[in-house]
T-cell receptor, first 113, second 111 residues
Framework: DQQVKQNSPSLSVQEGRISILNCDYTNSMFDYFLWYKKYPAEGPTFLISISSIKDKNEDGRFTVFLNKSAKHLSLHIVPSQPGDSAVYFCAASLTSGTYKYIFGTGTRLKVLA | EPEVTQTPSHQVTQMGQEVILRCVPISNHLYFYWYRQILGQKVEFLVSFYNNEISEKSEIFDDQFSVERPDGSNFTLKIRSTKLEDSAMYFC?????????FGSGTRLTVV
C-alpha cells in the first residue's frame, strides 16, 4: 500500500534552472509533510516542511507547495545548484500518535553544471 | 548541532546470526525510531518507541526484531536470526519539539 508516491525516480536539471520534485499521497488524514535530502552513505536530512493548514512554505531557494484537494505536494528548488544533486524523499505524517513518517520512494535529482 | 549517532557504520554477518545495531539519540528527545532502506528502495518505517515501550510497529517488525533502551542513552535494534533479505541500511531517528533527526545509518550485509 503506497500511501506516499514519488512517480519520478530521477530528474536532471541544468544548473541555475528550476527543479520541481513531485509527491502524491493517498491518506487524507496526513496533516504534516516534509522533504528530506539524502546523500549516499548518509541518513536523510531535513529540508523543508509544511503543515496541512498552509499551501506554501518557502525557505531560501526551497519552496514546498501543498494541494490538499489533489493530495499533491511539490518541492521547487530555484536556482538549482550542483550541490543539490541527491535523492529527495517526501514524507507524510499525522501529528498525533507516534509521529511516524511514511516516506515516498525518492527522486534522484542530478543538477548538471 | 546535536546529532544521532549510529554504530557500527557497516556490519557484515552470517545468515542466522544475531546482530545488534546501536544508536545514541539526541538527549532531550522523547520518541525514537528505526527505519530501514533496502538498496534502491524507499525508507521504510520499522518501529517507534516512547516512554520505554514500543508505541507502533510495522508488519516488517516481526518476532525476529526487538528494540531496547537499556541505559537511558542507547537505543538498540536487535535482529535475532538474520536473513539475507535483512540486508539494508538501518536508520535510527529521534524526535523532539523541533522535529526528526536521523542518524547516518548502519549498513547491514547478511551473507
Amino acid at each position: 500500500d503506497q500511501q506516499v508516491k514519488q512517480n519520478s525516480p530521477s530528474l536532471s536539471v541544468q544548473e541555475g534552472r528550476i527543479s520541481i520534485l513531485n509527491c502524491d499521497y493517498t491518506n487524507s488524514m496526513f496533516d504534516y509533510f516534509l522533504w528530506y535530502k539524502k546523500y549516499p552513505a548518509e541518513g536523510p536530512t531535513f529540508l523543508i516542511s509544511i503543515s496541512s493548514i498552509k499551501d506554501k512554505n518557502e525557505d531560501g531557494r526551497f519552496t514546498v507547495f501543498l494541494n490538499k484537494s489533489a493530495k499533491h505536494l511539490s518541492l521547487h528548488i530555484v536556482p538549482s545548484q550542483p550541490g543539490d544533486s541527491a535523492v529527495y524523499f517526501c514524507a507524510a505524517s499525522l501529528t498525533s500518535g507516534t509521529y511516524k513518517y511514511i516516506f515516498g520512494t525518492g527522486t534522484r535529482l542530478k543538477v548538471l553544471a | 548541532e546535536p546529532e544521532v549517532t549510529q554504530t557500527p557504520s557497516h556490519q557484515v554477518t552470517q545468515m542466522g546470526q544475531e546482530v545488534i545495531l546501536r544508536c545514541v539519540p539526541i538527549s532531550n528527545h522523547l520518541y525514537f525510531y528505526w527505519y530501514r532502506q533496502i538498496l534502491g528502495q524507499k525508507v521504510e518505517f520499522l518501529v517507534s518507541f516512547y516512554n520505554n515501550e514500543i508505541s507502533e510497529k510495522s508488519e516488517i517488525f516481526d518476532d525476529q526484531f526487538s528494540v531496547e533502551r537499556p541505559d537511558g542513552s542507547n537505543f538498540t535494534l536487535k535482529i535475532r536470526s538474520t536473513k539475507l533479505e535483512d540486508s539494508a541500511m538501518y536508520f535510527c531517528a529521534s524526535s523532539g519539539y523541533y522535529g526528526y533527526t536521523f542518524g547516518s545509518g548502519t549498513r547491514l550485509t547478511v551473507v
